[in-house]
Antibody
Framework: QVQLVESGGGSVKPGGSLRLSCVASGFSFSDYYMTWIRQVPGKGLEWVSYISNTGSTMFYADSVKGRFTVSKDNAKKSLYLQMDSLRADDTAVYFC?????????????WGQGALVTVSS | EIVLTQSPDTLSLSPGETATLSCRASQSVSDSLAWYQQNPGQAPRLLIYDASKRAAGIPARFSGRGSGTDFILTISSLEPEDFAVYFCQHRGNWPPLTFGGGTKVDIK
């Protein structure tokens, strides 16, 4: 069955870096674009980044542009989010998500989430 | 950028009652709108896409309607597992993707 498993979350000081990973299984990873979406605990959802199926096209939310980098290793069926210059307002649960069955821009499979805490 | 406003913030109902949740867009989004359900500690689950189409495996008590700027998610005859937070989402010509702020359906 389809699975997305995130890892790499943790606590970091402001200005620090962290790299999240999302390992996929159960579908042809190289055929699908992927996205990262985050959620401050108890709050709403915020789209963070998009990467095309080949990894050649990336988009970012204005709030993370220039600080976060998304990448995709199709051979390893893995999605990454390199987060640099982290700020307190980056504290959130980060989800990777994919759309396998529906119209472009909806997401039917999500990982369990990785908590990132940025605090001094 | 399109803003999605959900109302009410919280809806307090009893099992068996009907929930009516609203999502209003700051400008027309046609029918490019989805609804997700999220339980505590879990990832969101896609319920409705393209405003009114149920995702695979979603019970018929969940229905969506609307187009343009006003959208409704109706949950008929609430089951215990339906008490959760619900988000609307517009896909549009992203980036960016936009989400509403959420409506919590809790037990009265």
């Amino acid at each position: 069955q389809v699975q997305l498993v995130e890892s790499g979350g943790g606590s970091v000081k402001p200005g620090g870096s962290l790299r999240l990973s999302c390992v996929a299984s159960g579908f042809s990873f190289s055929d699908y674009y992927m996205t990262w979406i985050r959620q401050v605990p108890g709050k709403g959802l915020e789209w963070v980044s998009y990467i095309s199926n080949t990894g050649s096209t990336m988009f970012y939310a204005d709030s993370v542009k220039g600080r976060f980098t998304v990448s995709k290793d199709n051979a390893k069926k893995s999605l990454y989010l390199q987060m640099d210059s982290l700020r307190a307002d980056d504290t959130a649960v980060y989800f990777c998500a994919v759309n396998l069955r529906y119209s472009y821009g909806y997401f039917d499979y999500w990982g369990q989430g990785a908590l990132v805490t940025v605090s001094s | 950028e399109i803003v999605l406003t959900q109302s009410p913030d919280t809806l307090s109902l009893s099992p068996g009652e009907t929930a009516t949740l609203s999502c209003r867009a700051s400008q027309s989004v046609s029918d490019s709108l989805a609804w997700y359900q999220q339980n505590p500690g879990q990832a969101p689950r896609l319920l409705i896409y393209d405003a009114s189409k149920r995702a695979a495996g979603i019970p018929a008590r969940f229905s969506g309607r609307g187009s343009g700027t006003d959208f409704i998610l109706t949950i008929s005859s609430l089951e215990p597992e339906d008490f959760a937070v619900y988000f609307c989402q517009h896909r549009g010509n992203w980036p960016p993707l936009t989400f509403g702020g959420g409506t919590k359906v809790d037990i009265k």
